[in-house]
């Protein structure tokens, strides 16, 4: 019986999106970012939902892309690929109502890009957050770019380079996240906060994400397609396909420059 990799339900004026793929650390494939475009998509055109928050089933929010996906493609395969990986990030920024995500364990490379997309996060005191694609001979260009409108360009560039983890309090401080409590706390402080959130006009909700987005995100959409194309161009190195093998090997990876 096939194991449906996006659940959703309402609670309220509440939208609850899990990620579950609990087993494989719900790293994204190509089916789990399709139904989680939509299942987003489909929550922001219900009426009688206000608020949306993203929660993970299992110890893990996210470690980003399945890396056994890596495999040989055409370079317009890896484009159209990437940019599906990243369709999240205009998805959010487009939509009408404020997204949460609750994180909780490993918040890493294209996971960790869901969670800088999301307006709010709430984070669990034990959880671990980076951009860490280039450990594995990739790059986070596409969680770079809702990365960088948080903290800054040198930073970004410091986390997407080095791909060291940062952990909770390290991402408060960046300003990465909003809140941080207790691991058994992090879903129910997240639902805590849309509650708060559905007191209030859903009009003025909708109308402060769209100013806030408006003026903040100038350039946005072109600059995630610019980062997807640069993160499918690099798919098709050799590098790429050595850090990828190593991975998987258990093994250093034996870097070439090529």
Not at 34 to 39: K, M
Not at 56 to 69: M, N, P, Q, R
Not at 124 to 131: D, L, N
Not at 137 to 157: D, F, S, W
Request: charged share 20%; with cysteine.
């Amino acid at each position: 019986m096939s194991i449906q990799e996006i659940l959703t339900e309402e609670q309220g004026h509440i939208g609850v999106i899990t990620l579950n793929r609990p087993e494989q650390k719900n790293t994204f494939t190509e089916n789990f970012a399709i139904l989680l475009n939509q299942a987003l998509r489909e929550l922001d055109a219900n009426q009688q939902i206000r608020v949306i928050v993203i929660k993970a089933a299992g110890k893990h929010f996210s470690t980003g892309i399945d890396l056994g996906l890596f495999r040989e493609r055409t370079p317009q395969e890896y484009k159209d690929f990437i940019a599906l990986m990243d369709k999240h990030n205009h998805t959010i920024a487009e939509m009408k109502k404020p997204v949460i995500a609750a994180v909780r364990g490993y918040c890493l490379a294209n996971g960790a890009g869901l969670a800088f997309a999301a307006d709010l996060t709430v984070a669990g005191e034990g959880s671990k957050i980076g951009t860490t694609a280039i450990n594995v001979g990739l790059i986070c260009t596409g969680p770079a770019i809702p990365l960088m409108r948080i903290v800054g360009k040198k930073k970004a560039m410091e986390m997407v380079l080095l791909g060291e983890m940062l952990d909770a309090s390290q991402a408060l401080s960046l300003g990465l996240v909003n809140k941080v409590v207790p691991d058994e706390q992090v879903d129910a402080e997240a639902m805590a906060l849309a509650a708060k959130i559905v007191e209030k006009s859903p009009l003025a909700i909708q109308a402060g994400k769209a100013g806030i987005n408006g003026t903040a995100n100038m350039s946005y959409h072109p600059s995630v397609d610019f980062g997807s194309g640069v993160f499918a161009s690099l798919c098709s190195s050799s590098d790429a396909k050595e850090g990828v093998q190593a991975f998987l090997e258990k093994r250093k990876p034996n870097w070439q420059g090529k």
